[in-house]
């Protein structure tokens, strides 16, 4: 295992750091075990006085429907198990009941704070069945949209953050209310394109159903500089206040290989110091047209992922405004105008898989198309990686040796969203 000194890339501290697998990662992030998630409490210390305490599925800051069962020594965890399933509305089963235009508008609802992510990656794998390929002017407008998104979900993500830590007393109500204060002018810019704020019904196979109405590229433009310009205060109030650094750095170290282990990714990976972002290292739509900066932190705790989302936040905003300078003409949907809901049909057998790079990591469709035509135009079987799933694996492994406060922190570091965890 050969170590080589380089610095962070967007660490202000040198980094050492180490190949394993083909995976560069920082050595001091790579520990020699891990908690065990499986660990028998009848081995721990006798003369302890262990407490089992559940944390949801009703606790708000467990960030939706998320139970997690504790137990604890004084205020220490010694293990704990992450139970899902309390928000189940079967997505994934009724998307075989519909066909391929109808189900765009029922995986809006997986991931509800980033819904255009969830709309482009199950219409992606339909074009991919399909050997459909979008018009330009589509890939880009999908590629700004994305990029609005993931700025829009990540405010939710450091806004609702600061009130896990601190609320009125640590400042976090604050930070939550400026955030919300800027999400509200994406949400203005989406019902202007859409018609809709929350749940859009914008991505269609083959294109987008929506196309720019006139200034709407200057508006964005300016909301993107006005985030940028505001995202200042965000940053200042994780690094500057002193109950955020006392209750976020050091907590929840993520080993990187523990990390990959889980099938983790997104910021929780990028925060650990693995460089893998699929915008980059496997483009779709416009990606292949701009030059991504993925920021990256080293330190590997709570505090450095949310880092990353705000460096996150600017990059895209970066990208978003260097594509609407240059939206180009044409089409904006590679097939006919849908006039019946059978109107899409794949070939009988078609076998697919297509990841993008939403908010929270990896979110991927397995598509298998029908087996039987009698069954009609619609999936035989449509399966769903949600990011947030495999982020909610890694909590036995990061609360075990953390106070039960903590773990309020460490789950709002993972930024779940129950939705697609459950679907």
Known sequence: ??????????????????????????????TPGWPDPHMDLSTYDPEADLMALNMGPQHPSTHGVLRVKVWLDGETVVKAIPYVGYLHRGVEKLCEKLTYV??????????????????????????????????????????????????????????????????????????????MRERELILDLFEELTGGRFHYNTHTVGGNRHDLPAGWDRKAIEVLDRIVARSEEYERFLVDN?????????????????????????PILRGSGVDFDLRRDAPYAAYDQVELRVPVRTEGDALARALVRIDELRESARVAKLLLQGVPEGPICALKPVKLPGAVKLQEGEQVYVGIESPRGELGTWLLANTDRKLGPHPYRLKIRPPSLHALSLLPYLCPGHTLSDVVVIIGSLDPILGEVDR
């Not at 170590?3 to 790579?30: K, N």
């Not at 992510?117 to 407008?141: I, T």
């Open 1 to 30: 295992m050969a170590v080589s000194a380089a610095p962070a890339v967007s660490s202000s501290l040198a980094t050492r750091w180490t190949e394993v697998g083909g995976v560069r990662v920082p050595v001091e992030l790579v």
């Open 242 to 266: 002193p109950i955020c650094h006392q209750r976020a750095r050091g907590i929840a170290v993520i080993d990187p290989l523990l990390a990959m282990e889980c099938g983790a990714s997104g």
């Open 102 to 179: 109808q189900i765009t508008p029922i995986v809006d609802k997986n991931d509800y704070v980033s819904p255009m992510m969830n709309e482009l990656a199950v219409n992606m794998a339909f074009e991919a069945a399909l050997g459909v390929e979008p018009p330009p002017r589509a890939q880009v407008l999908r590629t700004i949209l994305a990029e609005i998104q993931r700025i829009a979900s990540h405010l939710i993500s450091v806004g609702t953050w600061g009130l896990d830590m601190g609320g009125a007393i640590g400042g976090g109500a604050t930070v939550f209310l400026y955030c």
